[in-house]
Structures are given as C-alpha cells and as structure tokens.
C-alpha cells in the first residue's frame, strides 16, 4: 500500500546483482505457463526442455514464445542451438501428471543423452516438424522458427524465440462439451519463485463489463 515500507533498488545503477534481481522478478511475475520444449539437433538427437518465460503472443497467425537463457558461463543452452540450426520445435503443455518428470528434463545431463530417456517420457513422432511430441501431455504444439531475439551474450542473457504454430495435438479428455479446453480437467502447472510450483486446481470466471 502506499506509505507501507517497501525496498528500492536502482536497477539502472546496478545496485544489485543481476541474480539477485532475477531471483526477485520471478517471485513476484508469477505463475509463469511452463513450456516443455523438444528439439531436434542437425544429427538427429533430440532434447527436452522446460522454460518458464513463455506464452502466446499473437492471435492471427498464432504465434508463441518463449526465452532460453545463457548459462551462467554464458554458453547456449542446447534447445536455442537447435532451434536455431533446424528452425523446428514442439512445446509439450506441462500438467500435474507429468509435473516430475518435467523437472528432471531440467537436468544437466551430458551432451547426447537424451532427457525423455532420463525423465520416462515418450517421444512420439510429429506430423509436420522433426523434434517429437511428448505422448504423456495432453496438448502437443508443432512449431516452426519465425525470428529469434537476442538480448546480449552476457551470463544470464535471453533470447526470444518466436515460432508459428503450425500443427495442434489436443486429447479429446480436456475438451467440455462446446469442444473447448476445460481448465479443471487439464490442470496446467505454473511456475513461481525459486524451487515453487503451482496447480490450476480451482479456476474462476470474471466478464468484461460493457460501459453503459
């Protein structure tokens, strides 16, 4: 509230560390949609990985994004990599079911090996993209490259990778009867600060007001 104590930090002076200050954005730009995304490399082996700097941004033509970081010794995670060198990928929607599993694609395994083997889950072909679907989610987005965005080749530093959609799977189980997704029966995970998740378990509905 207003008059309430509050910290200041003077992002533009550099008053804190960059980490410090993404630890404090993603505990407040919160819950994040997770995006589970598979990639193919230009020798054929594939990578699952989950970002939580991710959403749709545009309508006509349908368009989402998401943002791969650099590591902490500023190289490419493998995900921007491919992407960047086959302009393919495939975003599985994360839910509760496959909630663990997720996680563990977030480990840094050594280069080749394959995070669906490490995680359990299960590559099914695609129709019109070479990286696979993920078999245990419920949505399954095909995509192709529409323009990356880097923002520096510092620690830390992401790129927005913007790509159409260009194929939809969706398992009927999530549908209500006007052929809509039914948030209670696909109960997404979001993401919040630090080690935090959270489940859509009891969604609410509000109407725009139309002015009198």
Known sequence: MPGDRAMYIDVAEGDQDWREIYRLCIGFVNPRPIALVSTTS???????????????????????????GLTRDATKKDTLVNVKATGEFVI?????????????????????????????LTPVTATRVRPPLVRESPVNMECTLRQVVSFGEQPGAGSAVFGDIVALHIADWILDEDGQVDARKLRTVGRLG???????????????????
């Open 42 to 68: 230009q020798q054929g082996l594939t990578n699952l990985a989950p970002f939580s700097f991710y959403n749709m941004v545009s309508a006509h033509p349908p368009i989402v994004m998401f943002c791969p």
């Open 92 to 120: 599985a929607t994360v839910t509760e079911a496959i909630a663990e599993p997720m996680v563990r694609c977030a480990a840094n395994l050594p280069h080749g090996r394959s995070e669906f083997e490490f995680s359990g």
């Open 194 to 212: 630090g080690s935090g998740y959270c489940t859509v378990t009891e969604p609410y509905a509000m109407h725009i007001p139309k002015p009198g």
